[in-house]
T-cell receptor, first 116, second 114 residues
Framework: GAVVSQHPSWVICKSGTSVKIECRSL??????MFWYRQFPKQSLMLMAT?????????EQGVEKDKFLINHASLTLSTLTVTSAHPEDSSFYIC????????????FGSGTRLTVV | AQTVTQSQPEMSVQEAETVTLSCTYD???????LFWYKQPPSRQMILVIR??????QNATENRFSVNFQKAAKSFSLKISDSQLGDAAMYFC???????????FGTGTRLQVTL
């Protein structure tokens, strides 16, 4: 139980275009979704926290207008990288508190974004 | 602010042997949760073990156990009878409760050799 499905698993886009990443909670309601960014051989850095029906909370230094987060339903949160540039290339992971919390947090499988 | 420190960037262990990964943290909270997550080459984050700070008993999950020293703010992970499939990045993480957010350490890359 407590599965988060993340899509796409990888995407290549041209510089200046936008890319949307989706995270769906399959068997529980995710009122909160955390979005992380991970550079090669580095740890996960929290970018923002989304809550269903309200505005996302961004960590210091994260551009709100570049990384648009929407959490319109209890099972879907999206991250849109707008006007992507090569420096946005990274691995993006979503995570939600597991339903019973006995499992801690459950993570999506991640999205590898490459901007060319 | 809470911080999590993993002082071992890389560790190596022979198959069937035991290895301990270190983690220290800093917090002013008295009640919180600590986690060890494994990230294999697939990059899927997998929960290894979880410890509640108010529980004095160290958590165990099969071959995985922790040594939780609350006063010292230390939370090490012991892997017994290491297997090739244990090779991965291991992240120590902290959460002060009620599913707030996870603060991760920098990770330890574990190699398992034959």
């Amino acid at each position: 139980g407590a599965v988060v499905s993340q899509h796409p698993s990888w995407v290549i886009c041209k510089s200046g275009t936008s890319v949307k990443i989706e995270c769906r909670s399959l068997d529980f309601q995710a009122t909160t979704m955390f979005w992380y960014r991970q550079f090669p051989k580095q740890s996960l850095m929290l970018m923002a926290t989304s809550n269903e029906g309200s505005k996302a909370t961004y960590e210091q230094g994260v551009e709100k207008d570049k990384f648009l987060i929407n959490h319109a339903s209890l099972t879907l949160s999206t991250l849109t990288v707008t006007s992507a540039h090569p420096e946005d290339s990274s691995f993006y992971i979503c995570s939600a508190p597991a339903a019973t919390f006995n499992y801690g947090y459950t993570f999506g499988s991640g999205t590898r974004l490459t901007v060319v | 602010a809470q911080t999590v420190t993993q002082s071992q960037p890389e560790m190596s262990v022979q198959e069937a042997e035991t290895v301990t990964l270190s983690c220290t943290y800093d917090t002013s909270e008295s009640d919180y949760y600590l986690f060890w997550y494994k990230q294999p080459p697939s990059r899927q984050m997998i929960l290894v073990i979880r410890q509640e700070a108010y529980k004095q008993q160290n958590a165990t999950e099969n071959r995985f156990s922790v040594n939780f020293q609350k006063a010292a703010k230390s939370f090490s992970l012991k892997i017994s009878d290491s297997q090739l499939g244990d090779a991965a990045m291991y992240f120590c993480a902290y959460d002060f409760g009620t599913a707030s957010k996870l603060t991760f350490g920098t990770g330890t890359r574990l190699q398992v050799t034959l």
